[in-house]
């Protein structure tokens, strides 16, 4: 990114000159000025582009880990009032309506599962449906799906996957209300017959941590949370599903912003206005979408916890947190000095509630919500807790990751699969992948330093760190 | 042709840059070849196809006027149909009558012999465009993976 278009507002934040007779909301990038140029041109060009939309409230913004998206940039935060005729864009949530990542805390230290490391990683890799075109054991007809899209997590566990302990611990308690399966398409349920449980591909991974560095002492106990504890984090997101909620809306919101003559700058922010039937149907479906998603991972910790079983008898796995990040939901901020509702958009951006926020399960509620960000199979990844939201000015909301520094095109061109496999082999890092090229694809090398996309979070005030984990172990689909 | 577009040849598919996705693009003599050939490039992310048999097909029809949506819908309605019905796709057909599109494709049910590639959720409307340039239609857009 060319950053003489910006202009520095402090250490961590920047923004772009409004140019004469422009019509537009501010727009706040966050990082520092390596981040910042690592960004592409494109990713200015499309949070410029939010910030035009109709009702924004306050500013379009990016997170450290932004990179170039569809419509909305990855690591784009944007809110939106209803009262003045504010939208709602399938743009600003994606195809992968709630992915995010669910964080088990085991009872082990490093020590003593690092004997079982091996059988551990083949026991999840045959347990856990990965990989395009891979099906679950479920199986769910489109009529019996609508009680997972009413009831998202929750019922899963009335299915006997996993415990009400988990639920506490789940954005939401694990259902988010205002599901409408009636907006769901009959292919979009067809399309997720078989997917019940499943990984998927890409960046979707479920990987064994170490915890390697803690960070906030306090925050990690609140969290029960150790030096060398066993963690294991799960990223994925609503499936086929929610792919299908994305395509059907994105065509049809794109018709309806032209047919109620909303200028948009792209059409790919396809959008209707929040009030407007168009905007109610692609609200209830996107709802169903995410509570879809919290069954989903439901349903992979239970299989995790399977596997544990099998191969360590004695771990005990608890949900630590489960949190997407790529959302519209509705929520109370304080808006240019007032409290109001809007509809904030999050997509590659995570929730960052702070502390004595009343959506926090209560043993969380001093520290603040954890915030899980995954970094890339080979270097390591955070857990960072939510701050008040006098620090954190962008609709409570942090960075989901490392973001990638390099396309998928280029990764093929640099790395083989099998040969990236084998180094973080030797570098004790074990790796099961169903796709040798989707490997290289997502070498850590192709994605930016996760380290400095949390420190700048940190100092940008949108979170704190509060422990560093290191892969031990890795899925890949 | 762009930096980092590849292309075997005149006329059939290609891959264009994006940070996190990958940009297909399909080219030919017709509409409908250039929509063939970006499905080509598409589905070919997910799986050699010179790797698999055509023993399995589908068919599908749909109105859309707009050609770029045309191009979107072709593209996700491909990938919706073939998670259906659980296949891996190799080949691809397309007729056009006015705004009605005819179309249907061919493959075989996923099974572990298959190499896997990296799954696509869907086809974007960032850099979607459609247009006939010196005599060649060329479609192209923007899939997330």
């Known amino acids: 990114m060319d950053l003489k278009r910006l202009q520095q507002l402090d250490e961590f934040r920047w923004t772009v000159p409004l140019r004469a007779a422009e019509e537009r909301a501010p727009v706040v990038l966050y990082g520092t000025v390596e981040l910042l140029e690592s960004m592409d041109d494109k990713v200015l060009e499309q949070a410029v582009n939010v910030a035009k939309l109709p009702g924004i409230a306050g500013s379009s913004m990016v997170m450290p880990d932004g990179h170039w998206g569809y419509g909305f940039p990855i690591g784009g935060v944007a809110a939106f009032d209803a009262q003045r005729g504010g939208i709602v864009s399938a743009g600003g949530v994606g195809f992968d309506i709630s992915c995010g990542i669910r964080c088990l805390r085991t009872n082990l230290t490093w020590p003593q599962a690092a004997p079982k490391i091996d059988a551990l990683a083949e026991a999840l890799f045959r347990i856990i449906p990965a990989g395009v075109g891979s099906e679950g054991r479920l199986r769910l007809p489109p009529e019996e799906l609508d009680e997972v899209l009413s009831g998202g997590a929750q019922w899963a566990v009335e299915q006997g996957y996993g415990t009400a302990e988990d639920l506490a611990c789940i954005e939401d308690g694990g259902r988010v209300e205002g599901a409408k399966p009636e907006c769901v398409s009959l292919l979009a349920k067809q399309r997720q017959e078989g997917e019940m449980g499943t990984l998927g591909s890409g960046n979707h991974y479920l990987e064994v941590q170490v915890v390697e560095r803690v960070h906030d002492a306090a925050a990690a106990a609140a969290y029960g949370l150790f030096q060398d504890q066993v963690l294991v984090s799960i990223h994925c997101g609503s ?15 794109a018709k309806a912003a032209q047919r109620l003559g909303i200028q948009l700058p792209e059409r790919e922010l396809a959008c209707a206005p929040i009030a ?13 979408a995410i509570n879809c998603a919290l069954a989903n991972r439901q349903i992979l910790a239970h299989l995790t916890r399977t596997a544990f079983a099998r191969v360590l008898p004695d771990a005990v796995l608890e949900t630590l947190f489960d949190v997407s990040h790529n959302t ?27 502390p004595g926020h009343p959506a926090l ?31 954190n000015q962008a609709f409570a909301s942090a960075c989901h990751g ?58 940008a005030g949108l979170a704190k760190r509060v422990v560093h984990m290191v892969p031990r172990a890795c899925v890949k689909g | 042709m762009e930096s980092g577009e590849r292309s075997d040849r005149p006329g059939c598919s290609a891959y264009f840059e994006h940070d996190a996705d990958f940009g297909v693009a399909g080219r030919g003599a017709t509409v409908e070849e250039a929509f063939i050939q970006a499905a080509q490039a598409m589905f070919a992310i997910m799986v050699e196809p010179d790797k698999l048999r ?92």
């Open chain 1, 402 to 459: 490392a973001g990638r520094a390099m396309s998928r095109t280029q990764a093929l061109k640099r790395w083989r699969g099998d040969q990236l496999l084998q180094e973080l082999k030797h570098q004790g890092i074990l790796i099961r992948a169903h796709s040798a090229r989707g490997a290289a694809e997502e070498a850590p090398g192709a994605y930016k330093d996760v380290d400095s996309v949390c420190e700048a979070t940190e100092k």
């Open chain 1, 239 to 253: 499936r086929g599903l929610g792919h299908q909620v994305g395509t059907d809306y994105l065509v049809s919101l």
């Open chain 1, 361 to 391: 399960p209560e043993q969380y509620r001093a520290a603040g919500q954890p915030v899980i960000i995954g970094g890339t199979m080979g270097t390591g990844s955070y857990i960072l807790a939510g701050v008040d939201e006098k620090q």
């Open chain 2, 54 to 145: 055509d023993d399995a097909q589908f068919a599908f029809e749909f109105e859309e006027p707009d050609l770029e949506l045309a191009l979107i819908v072709w593209l996700n309605r491909l990938l919706a149909e073939a998670r259906r019905n659980g296949l891996a796709l190799r080949r691809f057909a397309l007729r056009r009558d006015g705004p009605r599109w005819l179309g249907a494709a061919w493959g075989q049910r996923w099974d572990d012999s298959l190499a896997r590639g990296t799954e696509v959720k869907g086809a974007t409307l960032t850099m979607l465009s459609v247009r006939l340039t010196a005599g060649q239609w060329e479609a192209r857009c923007v899939v997330d993976v």
């Open chain 1, 328 to 354: 519209c939901k509705c929520e109370t901020h304080v808006v240019d000095g007032k409290e109001q509702q809007v509809y904030v958009h999050r997509k590659g951006a995570t929730r960052a509630f702070g």
């Open chain 1, 276 to 288: 407007s039937p168009e905007g109610q149907q692609y609200l209830g479906a996107m709802t169903a």
